[in-house]
């Protein structure tokens, strides 16, 4: 498993829940270490033991945990880089849903052995979307309850309202059911193209 996951659910736990939680963890697995690299990569036991420690700790299922994870790389000021990458792929959320295709391939042009699983988006009409999400291999991490929270931050982020449920799996991907219910509800979070814009 890339470093970048495994470092992207030790700083959910730092940001959300504090170090002392993270340390007390971490330590329990006995792993020889307290903080991931982010450009090493680990094997996927690694992942799904840290997974589970956590869910144990936080008194919280595996995929709530991994929903909230993917809530935090959007809403968290800490991961505003990524906020603004996933923003620049849409001028609004039904733009950046028809993006999402393109999304794994996009990542691998900026770190080349990052392998996100693939994602395919079918327009139901009316509104209603279907996102397949590729299944890891096993042991692998689960990525389709990350794309749930993360799809449900990117609509508040947008000013969407949509629901966005995880419908379980069939053959080999996960699949998504996304609902927009009124793309214009809210205003979003402010965003300019400029490197100092974001959030006011």
């Given amino acids: 498993m890339h470093g970048l996951v495994n470092r992207a659910i030790e700083r959910f736990v730092r940001d959300t829940y504090g170090r002392d939680v993270w340390i007390d963890t971490i330590r329990r697995l006995d792993l020889g270490l307290t903080e991931f690299e982010s450009m090493m990569i680990y094997e996927p036991q690694v992942t799904a033991q840290v997974l589970a ?3 144990t700790r936080l008194a919280r299922g595996r995929d709530d945990v991994l929903e909230d994870i993917g809530t935090y790389l959007v809403s968290n ?3 505003e880089a990524l906020r603004r990458l996933l923003r620049f792929s849409g001028v609004d959320f039904v733009d950046f849903l028809h993006s999402l295709d393109d999304l794994p391939e996009r990542a691998r042009l900026a770190v080349s052995d990052l392998d996100l699983p693939a994602l395919e988006l079918l327009d139901q009409g009316g509104g209603l979307y ?10 692998g991490v689960r990525f389709g309850p990350v794309v749930v929270g993360l799809l449900r931050a990117m609509a508040d982020d947008y000013g969407a309202l949509a629901v966005v449920e995880h419908q379980g799996e069939s053959g080999t991907c996960e699949i998504l ?11 979003g979070r402010a965003f300019v193209l400029g490197a100092g814009g974001g959030a006011p």
């Fill in 130 to 139: 279907r996102l397949h999400v590729g299944c890891p291999k096993a042991d």
């Fill in 177 to 187: 059911e996304i609902r927009i219910l009124d793309e214009g509800f809210a205003h």
């Fill in 77 to 79: 000021p800490a991961t």
């Fill in 53 to 55: 420690a956590v869910g």
